[in-house]
Structures are given as structure tokens and as C-alpha cells.
């Protein structure tokens, strides 16, 4: 990277970002208290705030949030007279899955391949580790030239609203002229990105009973409703014959004006296995950002290993619907609802129960945050241009933001780029990315408090 002074701290602060993050994700903290224990959450929400107090935030707190997880906040003053920007990331992280295929351990941040891989390395325990870098950059030439408020939240991959709930309760906490959002990330490593829109995103679970209990399928298979076969041809019903997602009523059709996706790249992102199509009609940029998109979740059903030969009586699965901007999430809601019933068979009884639900989100590119963004990712992308990106992922409190602090402009940067396999085994994070994106939030910083 140049000579920049900015930039020169960040690089000798990358040793010990590595060794904060490795402390970070040793904490297994999924804000799913029936699979991993509270404590781990609780200890990732204290290396949080110890973390702050020893940058001089002040009011440091654990804010108990309705969902019964913690977010922490932290009130760092600046200059009087100075812009407030607030940096928002979370500390809590997707289950590792299938722990056996990894290859290294989840929670053990390991270096391989130039890369560090571990559960939350990239989302979002390193986007807490890049606040972190750029404010200590800035401490380190000159100081920080805006007043900084830190939100790190503790449930966001459960999607249980706890923080949104929070904010709505306590209006005044988080108010702030411009919000960086930390978690999403650029469109390939190396090309800086700002996300522009969100899809939003709704779930549920769908429960179909048919019988009283399960059946010999010798004796009664052929007559007797199977409460599985109905589920699967529900389900079914959610796509057409392309994969595209048809839930009634939903339209189906929108388009994606901006940064193009290259089919071949989508398929060596995703990873998709030699001669398998990808499903859906359009651009791979309409489908994944300008669309709705269905993805059934998990199944209640026997497993193979020890099933019976049984007509099920009751099955039950968990659907995701995520939502473009310009469709409301809760209209939407109701028509998965009623597609979900209409289309069950054979007069099979069904209940369709909302766990889940975020609105999509679209900021507003004109701005003077986004310019103020767009020069200091040229300087730290040297002959690279920040583009704007789509993301079909969802971040909730986005829209709770945009709706409590109508003013505020949002920005959202990150390290969950293609190769980071978010959500994924195997997850990463490049440590240039984390070097690079952490220099442009101090300079946008800089930038911003000058403009």
C-alpha cells in the first residue's frame, strides 16, 4: 500500500489484529442457546466491550435486549462541534455446521493459503476488528476528528430483531449523522464496494399433518395421506420449472440496473458442481439482488438412517423468502402464508407460523458520505474505482435505522467478499481486505469530518 502515515499504522497493527481476532473467535458465540451455552455469547459481548474501554470509549454498556442476547455500545467523543458516526458490526456468528468438514477447527483462527479461517472471521468479527483499526490509525495520526458511537450486536444471524427492538425502545442511543453498517463486503477481493440495497427477508415454518399417527406403508400406503409427500409438493409449488421462485402474487420480474455479475464468476463463487445449471431466468444480478428468492431451510421428516417403512402423518419445514427493495416484507409474509395453505393437498391440515421477518433497504448514493467513501477507497485501492452493489442477504436493522434516523446517511462496507464462504464451512477472511478496508474507513472518517 503507499506511504500514506494512515495507511503505514494499519500495516503494523495487522499482527495484532490477528491475534484479536483469533481471541474473538475462539468464543462460540450463536445466539442459539439450545445449541451452544449463553456464557460463550456473553464472554464475545465482554472481549467487546473491554476491547472499547480500552480505546477510551465511554458509557460502555451490555444492553439486554429483548431476544435475551446483549449488544454492546460505546460513546467515543471527538471534537466539539464534530459529526457523530456510528459503526455498526456483530459479534455473533453462524453454527459451524458440519464441524467434521472443516479443515481446520471452526473456532481456532488458522492461517492457510494467505488467508485466516474461522467461524466470524469474516462476518462479523472482523468487521469488529476494522472499526477497531481505524480508529486506532486515527488515534495514532492526528486523532479522530468525528464523535464515534460502536453498536456490536449479538443476535443478528438469528434474524430475532432483538437490537432493532431495542433501538425502537431507546430512540436516542444510536442517533448519529452517518451509520457505516460493517457487514457486507466487496464484490470481489481487491474491488472496493459499497452494498447500495438489501433484499429484506421473511421465515417461517410450515407444519401439514394428515393423519393421527404413522401408518404401515404395506398396510395403508396408496390411500393414506402422507403428510411428507404434501410437504414436498408445497414446496415444489414455490418454484417454476427454472427454478425461479413463484409464490402467488409475488412479482417476480424486477431488474438490476447496476454492477454486472458474469455468470461464469457467480458459478466458481458458488461453487457449482460441472454440468448443473444455475436456476432462475435474467441476470445472475437480477436473480440474486433484484428478486425473490425462496430456500427451504430444513426439513422435520425421518432421517434415512433408521427410518421405518411409514406414511408420516405430520412433516414440517423452515422456508426462507427474501424480499427485493421495493417489496414490502410484511405484504409479502402474507402472501407466502396464503400460498402455503392454498396449495397443500388432498385437504391436508396446515399452519404456517412467522419466526422471522426484516424489510429490504436501499440508501441513497448522492450523498456526501458516499463521496466522502468513494475518495478514500481510491486511495486505499490505488487505481481502483469503489463501485455500488447489490447484496441478497439482509441486514434488518438497516431499515429500523433508515426509519428512526431518517436523515442519517448508511453505508455498508465488510469483509464477507465470495471467497470468505460466509455461513459456510471453511469460512475466511483476507487479511488485505481487512488491511485495505480498514485504512478507507479511517480515511472516509478523516474525509467525512472535512467535508
Request: hydrophobic share 40%; proline share 6%; charged share 20%.
Amino acid at each position: 500500500m503507499s506511504s500514506n502515515p494512515v495507511a503505514e499504522t494499519v500495516a503494523s497493527l495487522i499482527p495484532r489484529a490477528k491475534a484479536e481476532l483469533a481471541e474473538l473467535v475462539a468464543f462460540k458465540s450463536v445466539a442459539d442457546f439450545d445449541q451452544f451455552p449463553k456464557s460463550e455469547s456473553e464472554g464475545a459481548a465482554n472481549w467487546v466491550a473491554d476491547a472499547l474501554r480500552t480505546e477510551g470509549f465511554q458509557d460502555v454498556a451490555l444492553l439486554d435486549t429483548p431476544d435475551g442476547t446483549q449488544s454492546v455500545y460505546g460513546y467515543l467523543p471527538g471534537p466539539e462541534g464534530a459529526r457523530t458516526v456510528l459503526l455498526y458490526a456483530h459479534y455473533d456468528v453462524q453454527p459451524p455446521l458440519d464441524e467434521a468438514a472443516w479443515t481446520s477447527p471452526p473456532f481456532e483462527l488458522t492461517e492457510r493459503d494467505g488467508r485466516w479461517y474461522g467461524r466470524g472471521a469474516a462476518d462479523c468479527k472482523g468487521g469488529v476488528i476494522m472499526h477497531l483499526l481505524a480508529l486506532r490509525a486515527l488515534k495514532a495520526n492526528g486523532g479522530v476528528p468525528v464523535h464515534i458511537k460502536v453498536i456490536a450486536e449479538g443476535s443478528e444471524e438469528m434474524g430475532t430483531g432483538g437490537l432493532e427492538r431495542y433501538a425502537e425502545e431507546h430512540p436516542d442511543l444510536l442517533t448519529a449523522d452517518t451509520i457505516v453498517i460493517g457487514d457486507a463486503g466487496n464484490f470481489r477481493v481487491g474491488l472496493p464496494t459499497v452494498t447500495s440495497t438489501l433484499r429484506g427477508m421473511t421465515l417461517v415454518r410450515v407444519q401439514i399433518d394428515t393423519l393421527e399417527g404413522n401408518l404401515h406403508s404395506g398396510q395403508f400406503g396408496g390411500a393414506a395421506p402422507d403428510a411428507l409427500a404434501a410437504l414436498i409438493r408445497v414446496l415444489d409449488s414455490l418454484r417454476a420449472e427454472d427454478g425461479s421462485t413463484t409464490v402467488d402474487g409475488l412479482a417476480p420480474e424486477s431488474r438490476w440496473d447496476g454492477l454486472q455479475y458474469d455468470e461464469e464468476q457467480f458459478r466458481r463463487d458458488a461453487k457449482v458442481l460441472d454440468g448443473v445449471q444455475l436456476i432462475g431466468s435474467g441476470s445472475v444480478a437480477d436473480r440474486i439482488w433484484a428478486r425473490p428468492a425462496v430456500t427451504v431451510l430444513g426439513i422435520d421428516c425421518p432421517p434415512v438412517v433408521g427410518a421405518t417403512p411409514s406414511v408420516q402423518a405430520g412433516a414440517r419445514a423452515l422456508v426462507s423468502l427474501r424480499v427485493p427493495p421495493g417489496v414490502d416484507a410484511v405484504e409479502a409474509t402474507k402472501l407466502l402464508q396464503a400460498h402455503l395453505e392454498t396449495r397443500t393437498p388432498w385437504g391436508a391440515r396446515v399452519s404456517v407460523e412467522q419466526v422471522g421477518q426484516g424489510q429490504a433497504f436501499s440508501a441513497d448514493t448522492t450523498s456526501p458520505a458516499y463521496a466522502a467513501m468513494a475518495e478514500a477507497m481510491a486511495v486505499a485501492y490505488p487505481g481502483q474505482e469503489m463501485q455500488y452493489a447489490g447484496q441478497g442477504g439482509s441486514i434488518p436493522l438497516c431499515n429500523t435505522l433508515a426509519s428512526l434516523y431518517p436523515q442519517a446517511e448508511i453505508l455498508l462496507i465488510g469483509l464477507s467478499e465470495p471467497e470468505a464462504q460466509i455461513h459456510a464451512v471453511n469460512e475466511s477472511v483476507s487479511p488485505d481486505e481487512l488491511e485495505r478496508l480498514s485504512v478507507a474507513e479511517a480515511l472516509f472518517l478523516r474525509n467525512y469530518a472535512a467535508n
